[in-house]
């Protein structure tokens, strides 16, 4: 027989995203307002550590706004019927764009380093001192801000590793300021933006294989297919476990389904019930279809994916 528990695919009021939505906004809104700040005083001084800055910090700015997008887009309710699982991995999709503009960026800023090699440039040390430290302040408050949600969301994890390389970015053209002006050499400024995007570049790759592992449909980090099809057996009652699949949604919403084969006078409620709360209390699957078969039953063969 098979277990008929019903599951509502409505929206989960406090799922990771929309618990953390206000910290995305008041991130979002810092980050705008000193992007332009910085992106004038960057043409101004002539400072490309200023201006690749400010180009990351553009990125953070459509970053932030797709996250907070994504997170509304996960919270609507489904008035298609189609979305079976609602619209969650919408937070997922906006972590992919996180990591294309922070690549972007990067290729960016070596091609304008790479650009001025041999080419003599003035660049204004004091705004770039000025200006980094105002910028380091604002990510340091947009670290603050976002570490909690981080652990949680794939989404905002994507949004707080960008203000962590905004944060180091700050601080780059801080150190570069601080070298113009002691050497008057605009050959630091231009290292130090390449610094840059090599760590913007390595913070986008991490961020990137963990979004593929959603997307994949692998099993989530931490959790071993081979141990759940163990507990799963170990259920009273339960002769074989086959065709287990795990896999994650969106951030802290894992999924899984088995088929548990049971001698025919098996009691299959229980088993439905003690298998489920394995599930959800050992390895955090809220959500588990559970099909129990009788071991007389012959129609069910394992399929060939």
């Given at each position: 027989?098979?277990?008929?528990?019903?599951?509502?695919?409505?929206?989960?009021?406090?799922?990771?995203?929309?618990?953390?939505?206000?910290?995305?906004?008041?991130?979002?809104?810092?980050?705008?307002?000193?992007?332009?700040?910085?992106?004038?005083?960057?043409?101004?001084?002539?400072?490309?550590?200023?201006?690749?800055d400010a180009g990351h910090m553009a990125a953070d700015v459509v970053a932030l706004g797709a996250a907070l997008v994504a997170t509304r887009v996960a919270a609507r309710?489904?008035?298609?019927?189609?979305?079976?699982?609602?619209?969650?991995?919408?937070?997922?999709?906006?972590?992919?764009?996180?990591?294309?503009?922070?690549?972007?960026?990067?290729?960016?800023?070596?091609?304008?380093?790479?650009?001025?090699?041999?080419?003599?440039?003035?660049?204004?040390?004091?705004?770039?001192?000025?200006?980094?430290t105002v910028g380091l302040v604002v990510n340091l408050v947009c670290l603050f801000l976002l570490r909690q949600g981080a652990e949680e969301s794939l989404n905002v994890?994507?949004?707080?590793?960008?203000?962590?390389?905004?944060?180091?970015?700050?601080?780059?053209?801080?150190?570069?300021?601080?070298?113009?002006?002691?050497?008057?050499?605009?050959?630091?400024?231009?290292?130090?933006?390449?610094?840059?995007?090599?760590?913007?570049?390595?913070?986008?790759?991490?961020?990137?294989?963990?979004?593929?592992?959603?997307?994949?449909?692998?099993?989530?980090?931490?959790?071993?297919?081979?141990?759940?099809?163990?507990?799963?057996?170990?259920?009273?009652?339960?002769?074989?476990?086959?065709?287990?699949?795990?896999?994650?949604?969106?951030?802290?919403?894992?999924?899984?389904?088995?088929?548990?084969?049971?001698?025919?006078?098996?009691?299959?409620?229980?088993?439905?019930?003690?298998?489920?709360?394995?599930?959800?209390?050992?390895?955090?699957?809220?959500?588990?279809?559970?099909?129990?078969?009788?071991?007389?039953?012959?129609g069910c063969a394992e399929v060939t994916w």
């Open positions: 027989m098979g277990g008929s528990h019903s599951h509502s695919h409505a929206p989960v009021p406090g799922h990771a995203g929309a618990a953390h939505r206000w910290r995305l906004r008041t991130a979002f809104v810092l980050v705008a307002a000193f992007f332009v700040v910085e992106l004038v005083t960057g043409l101004l001084s002539g400072s490309l550590a200023l201006l690749s309710p489904d008035t298609t019927g189609r979305r079976t699982y609602g619209s969650y991995r919408a937070e997922v999709f906006a972590s992919g764009l996180a990591v294309l503009l922070m690549l972007g960026v990067s290729v960016y800023i070596v091609v304008e380093a790479l650009g001025r090699i041999g080419m003599t440039a003035d660049v204004a040390s004091v705004p770039m001192l000025v200006v980094g994890k994507g949004a707080y590793l960008e203000a962590v390389a905004d944060a180091v970015g700050s601080l780059g053209v801080i150190v570069a300021g601080v070298l113009v002006a002691a050497t008057g050499s605009a050959w630091w400024d231009t290292g130090v933006a390449l610094a840059i995007a090599v760590f913007v570049a390595v913070r986008a790759v991490s961020l990137g294989r963990e979004v593929l592992v959603v997307l994949g449909q692998q099993a989530p980090a931490g959790m071993d297919p081979e141990e759940v099809a163990q507990a799963l057996g170990a259920v009273p009652g339960v002769h074989e476990v086959h065709d287990l699949h795990v896999w994650t949604l969106t951030s802290g919403m894992h999924v899984a389904t088995a088929h548990l084969v049971t001698a025919q006078s098996t009691d299959a409620h229980a088993v439905l019930d003690d298998a489920r709360q394995v599930m959800r209390g050992r390895f955090g699957v809220e959500h588990a279809t559970l099909q129990v078969e009788p071991d007389t039953h012959t």
